[in-house]
């Protein structure tokens, strides 16, 4: 069987950015393995503006982002195979994988790096009564077909969730002739960012309708209509309140899932919260020499964020191929009150680490507190805090103590 | 007169809180930088976006190269700007930051490429 001391599940920002750094760190016997034809995972599709404002200060689009990445992996040797789906990962770290051009591959690795994204929650996870006709897609692959095939998906849309890629697709939509009746969203807030309800719905005069949702499905072949309702405080629709949509079109964003079929084949176990793994502060996995990062561990808002995650990675991924082993991380980090989850769960107490979370609610003048037993750790005032927007902190090893549990909490 | 700003500029999406008569802006309260500032000016005078979209491309080994603008444009014309990109097709091969269009509309601003296009 082959051997490679580090293999990459996935060619996206994360696995480019733990390659990058991996070889920066000394390790040179590095595989990247991707499920497209091209590096560069979902950034390919997001060409609009605004990444890379805090990794490179200029906002660039998606590809050329990924571009940059892609073109010093090449330059430094760092091989991928492309067209390759890995089926199994087993917890002694055998990889096995098939492509087009190497055919079927068993490779065992010192350490395996999964950065495999995340993706989308479709009509059938939120089970909506009515038939099944086309004209019914996810904003990911409505974005695919306008912006990869050059695939028109629909001339009159509703869109369903206020996720990011609904709100952008909603202006991408308008901008090549569509109309865009409306974004429906069940929650009494939206989901993404604020400067993309700006930008993409306010600018082109879409209405956002919080606290609605679509009940009904109408259409034989293709998509006809949508009946809509408003919805009471615990997302139940308001009968009476049905309104029918004449629509071809419908978009859904209704969520992200990181994609973790093959962790879990390799045993990891899963937070239910993120539904990504459980980490330690170096986001080493439950499973030695198994470490996660990007949105397969939980779902970043920008790209930015995750190519530092990464690179967070495969700095202790390097330590592990080098020492044979990190320390051990016995302490957990709770999610405390109006605290959705945390990154990492569980940290040593000796060492720096970036702490990530997300408020379950939108808070207003607020203070996030890290905790320790008695003691405080880091307390930080907000004037807002969004679950659209993960909050991330950078914990200093000298404030920790190495005998008690953290607790973060925002109130 | 009082309005709040989301602004675009960055990810942290300040909402800015402004004070202002006619294009005078008085007093800004909510961001967290001077770009704050600015915005809810230009806002008030002058409304700037960027645009991404595509451009078709012939003998490519993908049917789109992508393309952005090289800066904001008045928000009126954005529709006109996207009719004059959709007229425009390349010949592959296309490179990031090929211009596609020199000078949009006269506009100051480029239309360039943002993905490498090899030709077949």
Not at chain 1, 107 to 126: H, K, N, P, Q
């Amino acid at each position: 069987m082959t051997h490679r001391q580090a293999i990459i599940i996935g060619g996206g920002p994360a696995g480019l950015a733990a390659a990058l750094r991996l070889k920066e760190r000394g390790v040179d016997d590095i595989l990247i393995l991707e499920r497209e034809h091209r590096l560069g995972g979902i950034l390919r599709q997001c060409i609009h503006d605004g990444f890379g404002l805090t990794r490179f200060g200029e906002s660039l689009s998606g590809p050329e982002y990924a571009q940059r990445f892609i073109d010093r992996v090449e330059a430094a040797g760092i091989e991928a195979i492309t067209d390759c789906t890995v089926l199994d990962i087993t917890p002694d770290k055998t990889v096995t994988a098939v492509s087009r051009v190497h055919g079927f591959m068993q490779l065992e690795a010192d350490a395996v790096i999964l950065t495999m994204g995340c993706r989308e929650r479709t009509r059938g996870a939120l089970a909506t009564p009515g038939t099944r006709p086309a004209g019914i897609y996810t904003a990911g692959v409505a974005q695919s077909y306008i912006n990869l095939q050059n695939i028109m998906v629909g001339r009159e849309a509703v869109i369903l969730g206020s996720g990011d890629i609904g709100l952008i697709m909603a202006r991408r939509m308008t901008l090549e002739g569509a109309h865009v009746k409306g974004v429906y969203e069940v929650q009494p807030y939206p989901s993404g960012l604020p400067r993309n309800i700006e930008q993409c719905l306010n600018d082109y005069d879409i209405p956002l309708h919080l606290s609605h949702t679509v009940v009904e499905i109408r259409g034989r072949e293709r998509l006809t209509s949508v009946v809509v309702a408003r919805c009471d405080g615990r997302f139940r629709p308001i009968p009476g309140t049905e309104e029918e949509i004449p629509c071809d079109t419908l978009i859904l964003s209704v969520g992200l899932i990181p994609e973790n079929e093959l962790s879990l084949a390799a045993r990891v176990e899963l937070d239910p919260r993120t539904r990504g793994a459980f980490v330690d502060e170096h986001l080493q996995t439950g499973v030695p020499g198994i470490f996660a990062a990007g949105n397969v561990l939980h779902v970043h808002d920008l790209v930015d964020f995750v190519s530092l995650e990464a690179e967070a990675l495969a700095d202790s991924a390097a330590e592990y191929l080098k020492g044979g082993g990190l320390p051990a991380c016995g302490l957990e980090v709770k999610a405390g009150a109006n605290v959705g989850h945390v990154i990492p769960q569980k940290i040593s107490g000796t060492r720096d680490f970036t702490l990530s979370l997300r408020v379950r609610s939108p808070l207003k003048d607020v203070r996030l507190t890290v905790r320790q037993g008695d003691n405080t750790v880091l307390s930080k005032k907000l004037r807002k805090a969004l679950p659209a927007e993960m909050l991330q902190l950078a914990i200093r090893a000298e404030k920790l103590s190495r005998d008690a549990d953290v607790e973060v909490s925002v109130e | 007169m009082k309005r709040v700003f989301t602004c675009v500029v960055c990810p942290n999406g300040c909402e800015i809180e402004a004070d202002y008569e006619g294009a005078d802006v008085r007093a800004v309260t909510g961001n967290l930088c001077p770009k704050g500032r600015d915005y809810v000016v230009q806002e008030l005078v002058d409304p700037r976006r960027t645009i991404a979209t595509s451009v078709r491309v012939t003998g490519g080994d993908q049917p789109l190269a992508s393309v952005r603008l090289t800066g904001a444009i008045p928000k009126a014309r954005i529709f006109d700007a996207m009719r004059a990109i959709n007229a425009r097709t390349l010949a592959a091969p296309a490179a990031i930051g090929d211009v596609v269009i020199h000078d949009l509309m006269g506009l100051g601003c480029d239309v360039i490429v943002t993905r490498n296009v090899p030709k077949v």
